[in-house]
T-cell receptor, first 113, second 111 residues
Framework: DAGVIQSPRHEVTEMGQEVTLRCKPISGHNSLFWYRQTMMRGLELLIYFNNNVPIDDSGMPEDRFSAKMPNASFSTLKIQPSEPRDSAVYFCASGQGYNSPLHFGNGTRLTVT | DAKTTQPNSMESNEEEPVHLPCNHSTISGTDYIHWYRQLPSQGPEYVIH???SNVNNRMASLAIAEDRKSSTLILHRATLRDAAVYYCILRREEYGNKLVFGAGTILRVKS
C-alpha cells in the first residue's frame, strides 16, 4: 500500500492567491482528517470526514478555508485568498472505522509570501 | 475534549528503557488512550492504544493505571531513531472519530 498521498509536497505562493492541497487516503479507509501544524500552535485538527461527509469543521479557522471530499479516494483543502499566517505544514490522515489508528501523509509545506 | 498532561521533554540513553508518563485525571469510561509519535520532518505515526488492560505491540508497551487516571508508554530499548515528540491522546466515542493532539513530550535519546 502506498499510504496516504499528499500533493504537492511544497507550495510557495503569494498573498491573495488561491491554494489547493490534495489528499488521497488509503484505499478502504472511511475517515479522513486534515490537520495544520505550526511551531506556535502545534497540530490543529481542521476538519474530518466520515464516509465522505464532513462531520466536524469547527477547527477550520476562517471562511477562507474550505474542504471537500467528492469521493472516497480524494479530498481537497482550499485556501482562498491565502495569507502569510496560513504558512504551515498541512497533514492529511485516514483511518478505518472508529478508534482505528490514523495513517498520516508526509504533509504539504505551504509558504505564503 | 478530555485533557492529558505530559512532561514537556525527557531524555534517555540509547539502549535503555524509556517510560513516558501521561496523566488523564478526567478520563471517562469510554475514553481510549492513544499514543502517537512524530519524528522530525515527518507526519505523526501511530504507536499503540488501549482501554483498560496493558497492551503490547512490536513498537512499545502501554501500561494503564488501575483507576485509568494515568498511563505510561514504555519503549523497551531506546534507539536514536526513537527521538521524537510523543503524544498521549484520549479518544471518546461521543466525540465521533476525532483525534486531538496536545503539545506532547519531546524525547531526546543520547548515544
Amino acid at each position: 500500500d502506498a499510504g496516504v498521498i499528499q500533493s504537492p509536497r511544497h507550495e510557495v505562493t503569494e498573498m491573495g492567491q488561491e491554494v489547493t492541497l490534495r489528499c488521497k487516503p488509503i484505499s478502504g479507509h472511511n475517515s479522513l482528517f486534515w490537520y495544520r501544524q505550526t511551531m506556535m500552535r502545534g497540530l490543529e485538527l481542521l476538519i474530518y470526514f466520515n464516509n465522505n461527509v464532513p462531520i466536524d469543521d469547527s477547527g477550520m479557522p476562517e471562511d477562507r478555508f474550505s474542504a471537500k471530499m467528492p469521493n472516497a479516494s480524494f479530498s481537497t483543502l482550499k485556501i482562498q485568498p491565502s495569507e502569510p499566517r496560513d504558512s504551515a505544514v498541512y497533514f492529511c490522515a485516514s483511518g478505518q472505522g472508529y478508534n482505528s489508528p490514523l495513517h498520516f501523509g508526509n504533509g504539504t509545506r505551504l509558504t505564503v509570501t | 475534549d478530555a485533557k492529558t498532561t505530559q512532561p514537556n521533554s525527557m531524555e534517555s540513553n540509547e539502549e535503555e528503557p524509556v517510560h513516558l508518563p501521561c496523566n488523564h485525571s478526567t478520563i471517562s469510561g469510554t475514553d481510549y488512550i492513544h499514543w502517537y509519535r512524530q519524528l522530525p520532518s515527518q507526519g505523526p505515526e501511530y504507536v499503540i492504544h488501549g482501554l483498560t488492560s496493558n497492551v503490547n505491540n512490536r513498537m512499545a508497551s502501554l501500561a494503564i493505571a488501575e483507576d485509568r487516571k494515568s498511563s505510561t508508554l514504555i519503549l523497551h530499548r531506546a534507539t536514536l531513531r526513537d527521538a521524537a515528540v510523543y503524544y498521549c491522546i484520549l479518544r471518546r466515542e461521543e466525540y465521533g472519530n476525532k483525534l486531538v493532539f496536545g503539545a506532547g513530550t519531546i524525547l531526546r535519546v543520547k548515544s
